[in-house]
C-alpha cells in the first residue's frame, strides 16, 4: 500500500517527518482522518492532538495550535505556529 | 626617553588595544553567524510550506480577499524597515535605511503618504534625530529575533491594512530588509507585501509544477482568512531572520578590516618609532663626540 508522505513543520523548525499510513487531525470543523490516495486538501487546523500512525505500526502524537493541513499526492504537510510531539 | 618617541609608543599602545577588541567582537559575530544561518534552514521549510498553500488557494480560487486584491487608488503606504540594534557593522544599517528612503521618494512621486513602521534601534534613531514620524518600532532583539514578535508586527500591519484609509489605514505594505547572500555578500531588498504578490519572493515553488485541485475546509474565504496572516508573519520572520545573519556577516567583515587597519597603524608607527629611537641615540652620540672634541682640542 502506498504511504502518506508526512512532514510536521512549526515556525523554527521542522517537528517530525517521516512516512505513515495514516494520519488524525483535527480541524477546525472537526477530526480528520486522513489515508493514502486522499483527494488535495487544505485546512485550518483546531487545536489539538495529530496522531501520526507509522507505516510499521507504532504511533507518534504531537500538539499542533493556530496552523494548516494540506494534503496533495499523498503528501501531507502540517503547518502549524506552535508544535511539539507529545 | 624622547617626547616624540613616547608619543608613538603611546599611540602603538592604543591601536594594540583597540585591536583586541576588534578581533574579539570578530570571533563572536562569526560564530554567531553559524547560529543564524542554522536558524534560518530551520525555519525554511515552515515558510515554504506556507508560500506553496498560498500559492494553492490564489490558483485555485477565484474568491475576491481583502488580502490579495488591488485597492483602486492607493492613499497610503507603509514601508517596515529592518535594521539592528547596534552599530559596527559598515554599512549594513546605512545601506537598507538608503533603500528605504529611494522607496519612500518613489511612493511619494507616485502621490502616496508613507508612513513608518521600524525595527532595531538603528532605524529608530535614525528617525529620532531627524524628527521624523514613524507609527511603530519595535526594538531589543534584532540579533536574536523571535517569532512572537514576528507575530506582534504581522497583526499590527494587517490590521493597520484593513482599517480604511480614512481612520489611518495602508494600502500598501512595503518591507525592506538585508538579505544574507552570503558570508561577503548582503543585500538590501525591498518587497511588497500587501497586497500580496505570491509569484515573487524568496521560497517559490517550482513554476512548472501543476497544482492539483483543492478541497478546502471550511470554505476557500475563510482558509485565506486563516492563510494570509500566517503568511505574512512567516515572511516577516523570514526577514527578521535573514536581517539578523546580514548584521552578524557584516559586523565580522567590519571588525575584520578594523583589525587589519589596527595592524597597519601598529607597523607604521613602530617604524616610525624605530626610526625616533635611532635619531635619538644618533644625536646622543654625536652630542658626546662634539663634546669630547671640544675638550680634546682645548688644550
Redesign the interface.
Known sequence: MAELNV?L??????VWSGGASMVVAR???GE?GLLPGH??????LGAGEVRITLAGGGSVKANAE???L?V??DTV?I?A?HATLV | MGAQLRVYRQKIKSAQTTKKITRAMELIAASRITKAQA?MS??A??SR??T??VS??ATFSNVDHILTTEPEKVERAAVVIFSSDRGLAGAFNSNVLREAEELATLLRSQGKDVVYYLIGRKAVGYFAFRKRAFVKEWVGETDNPV?DT??EIGDSLVSAFIAPASEGGVDEIHIVYNRFVSMLTQTPEVVRLLPLEVVEGVEEPDNNEI????????EVG??LD??LP?YI??RI?NAMLQSATSKHAATQKAMKSASDNADTLIKDFTRLANNARQSEITQQISEIVGGADALSTKH
Open positions: 512532514s513543520v512549526s515556525a523554527d523548525r521542522e480541524t477546525t470543523e480528520i483527494e488535495p486538501m487544505l485546512a485550518i493556530e496552523g494548516f494540506s496533495e499526492h504537510t503547518v505556529r | 536558524r530551520a525555519s521549510p515552515y510550506a506556507i506553496r498553500a494553492a488557494v517569532f514576528a507575530k497544482f492539483p485541485l483543492y478541497e478546502f475546509e471550511p475563510d482558509v486563516g492563510l500566517v508573519e512567516s520572520f
